[in-house]
């Protein structure tokens, strides 16, 4: 695949999407929602080894809310997180293939819902249109490996380099890539030592696969260790393989803010993906209940998040397949738009 067909992949989607497609909602704190325990290093991962159901039950949560592009448990996933819980290399592998499995899965079984099911809106809110689905591989940073909270610091201390971060990854994207998702979404990406290295890896490893690459902020104008959002954002438009940038796990209040900055550089389509506004208790490894925003105050901004370019709009921590759903139906070209055969 070269990089013309690369970019097709997101203007076709985005063209069946009527302009703005729908991405899927959070996953981890979903899974936590119907009972999972992830407190372990693994986090979601954990779920790819004891609840793989569960993973795929989230997954079709998200499609029949209108999610056009799902995202697999593997942000948390690595080779070295499993060998560290006793996991053969081989076996590591396996988990990340897994984690594509589960969610084209869903995908397969979403389609045939739809064929067995009145298509369209069906009364219970259920989206059963077919269209295209994309599945993303997650890749989440060395800092959601590390699960202290240094994703959202960005801090990996002085000693880290570009040549220790492509190392800790490039097995890992390999993998994933070669399990067959569509695309690779580099999320919650917290500095720009790492957007670099992410970018280079692509490019020394000749991966023909797109990706997406979404920055996470703190302060509605830097990414999170203070990196300047728009040298990340200019990384991520250089890179050959990437077909969207944007933001992710950020609370909705900074988004405008942050999407404007982004359009200085960025002539890709631009993702915006964040979370449900609360704040994060890292000492409790907990997220404060209460603290965000309702689906409304959300839903309220998303198209005025499109005026300013965005054109993938999800979200991502303590968002459920109802904000997904209240996504959907206040895009304005959503419900008129036929369903793709
Ligand atoms: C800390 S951001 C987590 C992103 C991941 N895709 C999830 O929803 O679980
Ligand atoms: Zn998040």
Same mark, same amino acid.
């Given at each position: 695949?070269?990089?013309?067909?690369?970019?097709?992949?997101?203007?076709?989607?985005?063209?069946?999407?009527?302009?703005?497609?729908?991405?899927?909602?959070?996953?981890?704190?979903?899974?936590?929602?119907?009972?999972?325990?992830?407190? &372990?290093?693994?986090?979601?991962?954990?779920?790819?080894?004891?609840?793989?159901?569960?993973?795929?039950?989230?997954?079709?949560?998200?499609?029949?809310?209108?999610?056009?592009?799902?995202?697999?448990?593997?942000?948390?996933?690595?080779?070295? *997180?499993?060998?560290?819980?006793?996991?053969?290399?081989?076996?590591?592998?396996?988990?990340?293939?897994?984690?594509?499995?589960?969610?084209?899965?869903?995908?397969?079984? #979403?389609?045939?819902?739809?064929?067995?099911?009145?298509?369209?809106?069906?009364?219970?809110?259920?989206?059963?249109?077919?269209?295209?689905?994309?599945?993303?591989?997650?890749? *989440?940073?060395?800092?959601?490996?590390?699960?202290?909270?240094?994703?959202?610091?960005?801090?990996?201390?002085?000693?880290?380099?570009?040549?220790?971060?492509?190392?800790?990854?490039?097995?890992?994207?390999?993998?994933?890539?070669?399990?067959?998702? &569509?695309?690779?979404?580099?999320?919650?990406?917290?500095?720009?030592?790492?957007?670099?290295?992410?970018?280079?890896?692509?490019?020394?490893?000749?991966?023909?696969?797109?990706?997406?690459?979404?920055?996470?902020?703190?302060?509605?104008?830097?990414?999170?260790?203070?990196?300047?959002?728009?040298?990340?954002?200019?990384?991520?438009?250089?890179?050959?393989?990437?077909?969207?940038?944007?933001?992710?796990?950020?609370?909705?209040?900074?988004?405008?803010?942050?999407?404007?900055?982004?359009?200085?550089?960025?002539?890709?389509?631009?993702?915006? #993906?964040?979370?449900?506004?609360?704040? #994060?208790?890292?000492?409790?490894?907990?997220?404060?209940?209460?603290?965000?925003?309702? &689906?409304?105050?959300?839903?309220? #901004?998303?198209?005025?998040?499109?005026?300013?370019?965005?054109?993938?709009?999800?979200?991502?921590?303590?968002?459920?397949?109802?904000?997904?759903?209240?996504?959907?139906?206040?895009?304005?070209?959503?419900?008129?738009?036929?369903?793709?055969?």
């Amino acid at each position: 695949m070269g990089s013309v067909e690369t970019s097709s992949l997101m203007r076709d989607l985005l063209k069946q999407a009527g302009g703005v497609a729908v991405v899927d909602g959070g996953l981890a704190t979903e899974l936590e929602r119907h009972g999972a325990d992830l407190n &372990d290093p693994l986090w979601s991962a954990k779920c790819i080894l004891t609840s793989p159901h569960l993973i795929r039950t989230v997954h079709l949560d998200y499609l029949e809310a209108g999610a056009d592009i799902i995202i697999t448990a593997s942000y948390q996933a690595t080779i070295q *997180g499993f060998e560290a819980k006793g996991f053969s290399t081989e076996e590591s592998e396996d988990l990340l293939r897994k984690s594509v499995e589960i969610a084209r899965e869903a995908r397969d079984i #979403y389609y045939d819902r739809c064929t067995e099911g009145a298509s369209g809106d069906s009364g219970n809110g259920r989206i059963l249109k077919r269209r295209k689905i994309l599945v993303a591989a997650s890749v *989440g940073s060395y800092g959601a490996y590390l699960a202290d909270g240094s994703e959202y610091s960005g801090d990996y201390g002085e000693a880290m380099t570009l040549g220790t971060l492509k190392d800790f990854h490039r097995r890992r994207v390999r993998v994933l890539a070669e399990a067959g998702p &569509d695309l690779l979404a580099f999320e919650t990406v917290p500095n720009k030592l790492e957007a670099q290295a992410y970018a280079e890896l692509l490019e020394e490893e000749n991966m023909e696969l797109p990706a997406w690459f979404s920055f996470n902020s703190k302060d509605g104008v830097n990414v999170v260790s203070g990196d300047s959002l728009l040298e990340c954002a200019a990384i991520a438009e250089s890179c050959k393989n990437v077909v969207a940038v944007g933001i992710n796990c950020t609370p909705p209040r900074f988004i405008h803010g942050l999407l404007t900055s982004i359009t200085k550089v960025a002539t890709k389509p631009i993702i915006v #993906y964040p979370n449900s506004g609360e704040s #994060y208790d890292a000492d409790r490894k907990m997220w404060v209940q209460n603290t965000g925003v309702s &689906d409304e105050d959300f839903v309220s #901004y998303v198209n005025k998040w499109c005026e300013v370019g965005a054109s993938l709009v999800g979200g991502c921590c303590r968002t459920t397949p109802q904000t997904i759903r209240a996504i959907y139906r206040t895009l304005p070209n959503r419900s008129t738009t036929p369903p793709e055969q």
